[in-house]
């Protein structure tokens, strides 16, 4: 039986020459002839040859064959498959098999890729682009008028306006900012009769605006307040509205036999609990039952008028 050997480098880059040798022994006592295709076998591609051998080796003697392939993205193996004559079969039969692996080189990087994304608010400096390898990249963040930041996002965590990132690898990091919340009273508008009859059905519309630059969650209650009796509740609805939105809230109630006040009372939603926001008010006034009275009566008959008193 052969003994084969295989020189080749352990290790290459994709596009590099990769050289190798193969020897092949005849370790019998005779004359012997071998042959064999050296083929590289990649791990993602089919295989293909790279050189032969078709020799009589005498014993204790070695051919050597030199050959070389270009290195893909993967591992190669370089492999041969001996045969040799058997004199007595009269064919070739199996005699030895070899091989040797040479691993793909994956070069260390220079650089690594840093994406900055800020959806609205604000910037972030230093910006996308290519860093050096293992690196620290201090980020820092800034809002724009009116906004303020909040936090970090991708690669990058925490509250901190400024992040040291160690550029590790590829990085992707987000900045978010948000506006800066400023609370003002909402705006009311009290849409309701002037008057009304005892009696009548008086129906309201409180308009409420919200004014701020955030969404606010309002609680709207809407107050009847007549000047003769208890006050009444026509009223109660919690809302939330959007920045520069209007909302508007229906109530209605029977005319009391007095001036009757509408009162409206907003508050807001603030963390945990309720707090004031703004009010407004619009006074209906009643409209008094007509009691006119008789002064004169006038009878005209044939000709004649004259007065009949009124007692």
Known sequence: MARITITAPSSAEEGERVSASVRVWNNTEYYASFKGDIEALPALYPGYVI????????????????????????????FIWLERWGEFDDDWTYDSAKSKVVKLEVPEPTTFHLSVSVPSGGSVSPGSGDYPAYSTVTLRATPFSGYQFVRWGGDASGTSRTYNLYMNGNKSVTAYFEKVPVILPCEITIDAPSSAEEGETVNVAAIIKNVSNISIVYKIELYGVPDLFPDFRIGTI??????????????????????????????????????????????????????????????????????????
């Not at 050189?51 to 993205?73: A, E, K, L, W, Y």
């Open 51 to 78: 050189g032969s051998i078709d020799n009589v080796i005498g014993p204790g003697s070695s051919v050597t064959r030199s050959v070389s392939f270009t290195m893909p993205d993967c591992d190669v193996t370089v």
């Open 238 to 311: 919690e809302k939330n509205i959007n920045s520069g939105e209007t909302f508007t809230a229906y109530g209605s109630f029977t005319m009391p036999a007095s001036n009757t006040t509408v009162f409206i009372w907003v508050e807001r939603w603030a963390v945990d609990h309720w707090v004031y926001d703004n009010s407004a008010s619009k006074v209906i006034s009643l409209v008094p039952e007509y009691k006119g009275i008789i002064s004169k009566k006038e009878l005209e008959y044939d000709g004649a008028r004259s007065i009949i008193p009124v007692y």
